[in-house]
């Protein structure tokens, strides 16, 4: 019958695509040795099989990793000839496989990307790399929106909260997690990107001298004694009500325990760390006693309810 033709020619140019598949790794790994992709101008392999191949994004980060470690690991290159394992026919299985396979013991590996389903080797995998249960993308999931996904360690999501506590005071919003990492990025790039670093040196050389004044406000608090205070408080709220210590840490300020029109001055001892609505609740008693009116109520910390 005519479907069965066809599904015969199916199977050969199937047959032959898989095929190409490992001889495209074992070419991909020559000109990876001889870094035969520069001659070419293009930076690396992964541009190489992009720019020159016309291979997707994702397709070239999978022939690019599994050409590199069957070079480390012959076993897999030997699986891949003979078409026990396929790069686009089981590419999340070995994505699992590759974070795990060593050079010791290859076989049990290959065996169980060959006959496990994807949920069994997901579990093995994460019984050894529990990382390995999330995958690593970035996907385009609207015109100038990306979806992230990574898994980070716990020491990563304690420096992240940080982060986020900080700009969320910087900027008296919350801050989403894409605020906190682009903050996160721009001031990384401030700081390393040698092209930012030279546009700041052109611009101090044609930038006028400024004009030595000096510091009038009374409030100010310098630099080095506002460190101090940091230092001292742990960046926490030290407001101690009824229910004990307050320790908000992302909305907090400077605060003069004796005020400044009382001859307050910004020594560290006279200074200490409230969050903003301890801050203005104590603002608030100071006028009260001045003035003698009933005091409001504390407001409540930016974005909360």
């Known amino acids: 019958m005519e479907f069965q033709a066809l599904h015969e020619k199916a199977q050969r140019c199937a047959d032959r695509y898989h095929a190409n598949e490992a001889e495209l790794i074992g070419l991909l790994q020559q000109i990876d040795s001889t870094r035969g992709y520069q001659a070419l101008g293009y930076a690396s392999l992964h541009a190489y099989v992009v720019g020159a191949l016309r ?46 396979i060593e050079p010791a013991k290859p076989g049990e590996w290959i065996a169980k990307a060959a006959t496990l389903k994807q949920r069994d080797l997901e579990r093995e995998v994460a019984r050894l790399v529990p990382r390995s249960a999330v995958i690593e993308r970035m996907k385009p999931v609207a015109h100038d929106v990306v979806e992230f996904r990574s898994a980070i360690d716990a020491r990563t999501e304690a420096l992240l909260r940080r982060v986020q506590n900080l700009e969320s005071r910087r900027t008296s919003k919350p801050s989403s997690w894409n605020d906190t990492l682009s903050a996160m990025a721009t001031l990384y790039l401030e700081r390393h990107d040698p092209v930012r670093k030279a546009e700041r040196a052109q611009a101090r050389k044609s930038a006028p001298i400024p004009s030595q004044g000096r510091i009038g406000a009374t409030r100010y608090v310098p630099a080095h004694v506002a460190h101090q205070v940091s230092l001292r408080d742990r960046g926490q709220c030290t407001f101690t009500g009824a229910h004990g210590k307050c320790r908000e840490s992302r909305w907090t300020e400077v605060h003069h325990v004796t005020p400044v029109s009382k001859g307050g001055t910004s020594v560290l001892d006279n200074l200490t760390t409230l969050c903003a609505s301890h801050h203005r609740y104590l603002h608030t008693l100071e006028r009260n006693a001045m003035y003698g009116a009933p005091f409001a109520q504390c407001a409540p910390l930016p974005g909360t309810p």
């Open 55 to 100: 291979l997707s994004d994702d397709q070239a980060y999978q022939f690019t990793r599994v050409a590199r470690k069957a070079r480390e690991v012959p076993e897999l290159k030997a699986a891949l000839d003979q078409g026990i394992l396929n790069v686009s026919k089981n590419v999340s299985k070995e994505r699992r496989m590759l974070s795990v």
